[in-house]
């Protein structure tokens, strides 16, 4: 076996230098997987950490989408938390009570007279935001790249699993956790199962192909590996109607893929799991683990999601344990770089594509 091929080096992983740098070059300068946009209800806003750089996410009145930085233009207050999905159609400043729309608009200004400053030269300072079929993206570049040119480089993935119908679903559930590990170190153990066996006893059984250590089935050619139990993406039978559109051998398989920088999809007939990754350190990441499946499913009598959460919690969690184990391991003085094997071809992708992003 070669093992030439190298991992990232000990710094690459915990230094705040090399985090400086990512922020920079590849997540303040592409585009950044923010939310699904069926989150924001009109009237609505939430706030996502673009590594660092608080953004503010608002849908108006008329349904349109918009994207700002998260600061008052009075005396630059952070102007609304973290989180706070709700609105009332409108974002007050909490410490002189600027009011501003929710397409940016600055609409008031209390205790000044209409002429101390002009309202019309203040709206929010707006990020550039993009949406396609229901994922949004931001971009906190003065310049973003063209956002389709940006897809077909970075979501090849995503285009591939275009068919099922992204766009028509809906969030059911949402979890979060935090991880003490590297973003990079959660990517790539994503990349690879060559410790599905040993980490993830329920999800081999689930996913026989994975106990070769592949990602995926050579003997096909879609990308796509077979449930063992039919279309159900949990450690129970859950009988769901498939995805609209879903035919096939798609209706029992389970694909997975990668949204450069900072997230991961898992799609089966009957459900979408959209993985996504706040940065907030060399060694700290946020993530969010979001549910879909078809409105129609959603609103059927008795419809519960926790089986297909649950198990998929768990192997989150399993995932997270050794990705926290890799962080503590990769800071060692010993470490300088580690290996790669020919069945980590995908972890080796990610390293090429995250080098060329970063520059080098
Ligand atoms: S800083 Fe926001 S109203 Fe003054
Ligand atoms: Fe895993």
Redesign the pocket.
């Known amino acids: 076996m070669r093992n030439d091929t190298h991992t990232l080096t000990s710094h690459d992983y915990v230094s705040d230098e090399i985090y400086a740098l990512e922020r920079e070059r590849i997540f303040h300068r592409g585009w950044f997987l923010a939310c699904r946009a069926d989150r924001l209800g009109r009237g609505n806003r939430t706030v996502v950490d673009v590594v660092g750089e608080s953004v503010l996410i608002t849908r108006d009145l008329d349904g349109a989408l918009h994207a700002f930085a998260n600061v008052?233009r009075?005396?630059?207050?952070r102007l609304c938390d973290a989180r706070s999905d709700s609105g009332q159609g409108s974002l007050m400043?909490p410490?002189?009570?600027?009011t501003y729309a929710l397409d940016g608009r600055l609409i008031a200004t209390p205790h000044l007279d209409d002429d101390d400053i002009d309202k019309s030269t203040l709206p929010l300072w707006p990020y550039s935001l993009a949406e396609w079929e229901g994922f949004v993206f931001v971009s906190v570049a003065k310049e973003p790249p063209p956002f389709d040119a940006w897809m077909r480089e970075h979501c090849a993935d995503l285009l591939r699993l275009e068919r099922f119908g992204f766009g028509g679903l809906q969030v059911a559930a949402t979890t979060e956790c935090e991880i003490a590990t590297n973003w990079k170190i959660v990517v790539e153990n994503y990349q690879e199962c060559l410790h599905c066996t040993r980490v993830h006893p329920e999800l081999v059984d689930l996913v026989p192909a994975y106990r070769s250590g592949w990602v995926y089935d050579h003997d096909r050619s879609d990308g796509g590996v077979s449930l063992s139990r039919g279309n159900s993406f949990a450690s129970v039978p859950v009988h769901l109607p498939l995805l609209p559109g879903v035919e096939g051998i798609d209706a029992s398989s389970y694909f997975g893929g990668t949204i450069f920088p900072n997230a991961f999809i898992d799609v089966t007939g009957t459900s979408v799991i959209l993985s996504t990754l706040f940065p907030k350190g060399p060694g700290h990441t946020t993530m969010t683990m979001e549910f879909l499946f078809a409105p129609a499913t959603i609103a059927a009598p008795g419809f519960d999601p926790t089986p297909i959460v649950e198990f998929n919690e768990l192997v989150s969690a399993q995932d997270n344990m050794v990705c926290e184990r890799v962080q503590l391991g990769v800071g060692s003085k010993a470490f300088d770089h580690g290996v790669l094997s020919p069945k980590d071809d995908l972890v080796v992708a990610f390293v090429r594509h995250y080098l060329a992003a970063r520059g080098e």
């Open positions: 008052c009075h005396r630059g207050a400043c410490y002189h009570a600027w």
